[in-house]
């Protein structure tokens, strides 16, 4: 049984799931207003009020899981997708290591890179299709705290991204069978990726959107599509064009803004829904009703707590 839990600027939404059994049982899923200024471009600005939400959250709505999965992302985080020839570990590390010092804004001292391979690729000499991340050491620490503070086990920390692809498409067949872009909307900042027939691709962060402004929504559109661009001229050879959007977050005009997209991007647009095949029947109805009816704020929480799911299929947790 994991948690999910999404630290935003506007709001804290958690999702506790059962991922065990055919389906996933949804057992609590819940939101409360982010204290004033307490967070910001991904970091935890005050720990203590973040802290006192938190707990308030998990407590008031009977929350039982101690295991939470959390994430980070902001403009400063790298994801990249790479091709190496077969080496070690080591020699891995070293290569990313340097390639992630001329890429990274902050001094590559204060970041933690990871990495896994996605792939082999045939050929002479073989190579490895693999995803890198560099995320700063102290935007895990931040997280790492706040669970000690609350009492929590934090199984994981996962990057935003890989959250909302496992929210949106690792379980649903229609969206693995296509390429789409993604715009998850926030207030410091939003996450924008484009998955190539169920693989991740490309991410980064966009400037923050303000809602009911038309030279904002006309700036987020030229964004999206000059995103779009890169993805075309850096895949050319391999992936084609994005053939649609989901659209998910904090915008409380997102009907309306997805429609704008859609004239504007001249592909389909869609706000974002859960695949109910997915939700077991035993599913807490409160929980379920919250979660569909709200679904693009819960995104993010959703695709942490799934992460359980997600371990199980590979059979790292039983």
Not at 9 to 29: C, P, Q, T, W
Not at 194 to 214: D, V
Not at 293 to 301: E, G, I, Q, R
Request: net charge negative; charged share 30%; aromatic share 6%.
């Amino acid at each position: 049984m994991y948690t999910g839990i999404d630290l935003g600027s506007r709001f804290i939404r958690a999702v506790e799931l059962d991922a065990r059994g055919d389906k996933v049982n949804l057992l609590r899923a819940s939101i409360c207003p982010t204290p004033e200024e307490a967070m910001g471009e991904g970091r935890i600005r005050d720990m203590d009020k973040v802290a006192i939400a938190l707990d308030s959250l998990l407590r008031d709505e009977h929350f039982v899981g101690e295991k939470v999965v959390m994430s980070v992302f902001n403009p400063l985080v790298l994801v990249r997708k790479t091709k190496l020839p077969v080496m070690s570990d080591g020699q891995i590390r070293k290569t990313l290591f340097w390639e992630a010092k001329s890429l990274a804004s902050l001094p590559i001292e204060e970041t933690s890179l990871e990495y896994q391979v996605v792939s082999m690729v045939e050929g002479q000499p073989p190579q490895m299709d693999l995803i890198f991340t560099v995320v700063p050491t102290a935007m895990i620490e931040e997280r790492v705290l706040l669970a000690e503070k609350l009492g929590l086990e934090l199984v994981a920390l996962d990057v935003e991204p890989f959250a909302i692809q496992r929210a949106l498409v690792d379980f649903s067949p229609r969206r693995k069978s296509e390429t789409i872009g993604i715009l998850h909307t926030g207030g410091s900042y939003s996450t924008m990726l484009i998955l190539e027939r169920g693989e991740f691709a490309l991410a980064r962060a966009l400037p923050s959107t303000k809602e009911g402004r038309e030279e904002d929504r006309d700036r987020v559109a030229r964004e999206v599509r000059r995103f779009f661009d890169f993805y075309r001229a850096q895949y050319r050879e391999e992936g084609g064009a994005v053939e649609g959007l989901i659209v998910s977050g904090s915008r409380k005009d997102i009907s309306g803004f997805v429609q704008f997209l859609e004239q504007n991007l001249a592909i389909p647009c869609e706000v974002a829904s859960p695949d109910k095949e997915l939700l077991s029947e035993r599913s807490n109805e409160s929980a379920l009703n919250a979660l569909i009816s709200s679904f693009p704020l819960f995104v993010v929480a959703y695709g942490l707590a799934l992460r359980e799911r997600a371990a199980i299929l590979e059979g790292v947790v039983e």
